[in-house]
């Protein structure tokens, strides 16, 4: 078998194609594991902020910078804050999952029928009228309660489900030292931190502030096209 012919071409393909698709897809990767990212959301623990299907933007260096494909750290500037949107892997099983802080190291945190309190004191709500919520379909509406949750850094809209059974009430708990205390805002239907507990400093990948596109999965993947490239509450 004559192999001089093919063992050049196989050589020119490789340096000229194969290894700089190689080192681009590295590279992208590593980008991605570091830098910054996008995060399909699969349920509706976040509703009405997020809805299942959409894929949100993750600022990874908001916080700190990482070593692609790790948690180490190897610098901080920032922490995060109360209201902020983030992304983290649960400390339960490591799911990756997107959830709004609420609590932060030392802050004392309690739920009394669905409504917050930090460090003893009351969030003022603000009721809002199912008609404002054009993010949960109009027939669904009925079935929910709506309210605008008033974080001193961060109102932000909030929704429960009467009919649900769920953890309306929970603690008082104090948040360790370098940990963050997570809640869904679909309150009456979100896995958050009243059952894995407070999440360390170290899970949480990076903030999430816009959602980038969205599909409707209940109607075959068709695009929300009006949910493209908007900010989060």
Excluded: C
């Excluded at 590295?26 to 959301?41: I, K, M, P, Q, Y």
């Excluded at 990874?60 to 190897?74: G, N, R, S």
């Excluded at 190291?105 to 709500?125: F, H």
């Excluded at 009721?127 to 027939?139: E, G, H, Q, R, S």
């Amino acid at each position: 078998m004559n192999t001089s012919r093919w063992k050049p071409a196989a050589r020119r393909f490789w340096l000229e194609w194969l290894k700089p698709l190689l080192v681009i897809a590295l590279v992208t990767t590593a980008v991605r594991s570091a830098l910054a990212d996008w995060n399909d959301v699969p349920t509706g623990s976040m509703k009405p902020s997020i809805l299942e299907g959409d894929r949100v933007w993750v600022n990874k260096l908001a916080y700190d910078l990482k070593v692609p494909f790790t948690t180490w750290h190897l610098a901080e500037w920032s922490d995060p804050a109360r209201g902020e949107v983030v992304v983290f892997f649960s400390p339960g099983d490591g799911t990756r999952m997107v959830k709004r802080v609420i609590g932060l190291p030392g802050d004392v945190v309690e739920l009394r029928e669905n409504r917050l309190l930090l460090n003893g004191r009351a969030v003022d709500y603000a009721a809002l009228d199912a008609t404002t919520v054009t993010a949960i379909p109009a027939p669904q509406r009925p079935r929910h309660d709506f309210a605008s949750e008033h974080l001193p850094e961060h109102p932000h809209p909030v929704m429960a489900t009467p009919a649900l059974p769920a953890q309306r009430s929970f603690g008082p708990t104090k948040v360790p030292a370098g940990h963050y205390f997570m809640l869904g805002d679909n309150r009456d239907n979100s896995l958050d931190s009243r059952y894995y507990g407070p999440v360390p400093r170290e899970k949480i990948v990076g903030r999430s502030t816009a959602v980038v596109l969205s599909l409707d999965r209940e109607r075959w993947f068709a695009p929300r096209w009006e949910r493209w490239f908007t900010a989060m509450p």
